[in-house]
């Protein structure tokens, strides 16, 4: 500053200009407009977003199985291989374990698809085992933990893919073996019944409803 004035370098010398308020500066048309810019520019971000979400839901393999595996209209179940020789044999039925899941997990399934070959569903019984749960005051066994371990797989035939699979399913049912407790005490050829039951019911549903 010398004297009253400002110096303002410019390219060509020196401007001197008086001294008073800041001019005012104009702000340009692309500023003035840019909250509808933006809005414009959230609401294009959160449409995108929402769009690769849907597609990784899609990815991922949750979406429904009516529409899904709608070209599958038939299943093939073959036998089912037991390794744990604790649940080879139904004394109360007097039949082999493998035959009587094969036979329910086909009556299941069925109910959703015929004997065919579009899909194929095999089970593998892997570990059978029984586990004290809960004791009561005296020490005495109240609850006893029953569990299978398996593996399946689920192939769409007719596209040659693997549906789903698992190598480490672990069906659990827990039952009471005293009376008098929130549950009827069962024997374990009564609980392994259900087990086997609730493992039939829990694959028709992660693999032919719910997928």
Request: with cysteine; charged share 25%; glycine share 4%.
């Amino acid at each position: 500053m010398v004297g009253n004035m400002h110096i303002k370098r410019i390219n060509r010398g020196t401007e001197r200009l008086p001294l008073g308020p800041e001019p005012l500066k104009l702000i340009p048309t692309k500023w003035r407009r840019a909250p509808l810019y933006r809005g414009f520019t959230v609401l294009t971000l959160l449409t995108l977003c929402s769009l690769a979400a849907l597609s990784l839901i899609v990815g991922c393999g949750y979406v429904s199985t009516s529409s899904y595996l709608e070209h599958i209209e038939s299943i093939r179940i073959p036998p089912v291989e037991i390794q744990d020789t604790d649940i080879l044999y139904d004394e109360t039925a007097q039949r082999p374990y493998d035959e009587i899941i094969q036979e329910k997990l086909t009556e299941r399934f069925n109910r959703k698809w015929q004997d065919g070959n579009d899909s194929q569903l095999t089970l593998k019984i892997l570990d059978y085992t029984l586990r004290e749960q809960e004791y009561g005051p005296n020490g005495q066994v109240e609850m006893v933990r029953m569990s299978l371990q398996v593996e399946y797989e689920f192939l769409d035939r007719v596209r040659d893919a693997i549906i789903a699979e698992s190598n480490n399913h672990v069906q659990i049912h827990d039952f009471y073996v005293v009376p008098n407790r929130a549950e009827p005490p069962e024997t374990e050829e009564q609980a392994r019944k259900r087990l086997i039951d609730e493992l039939i019911e829990d694959l028709y549903t992660q693999l032919a409803e719910q997928w």
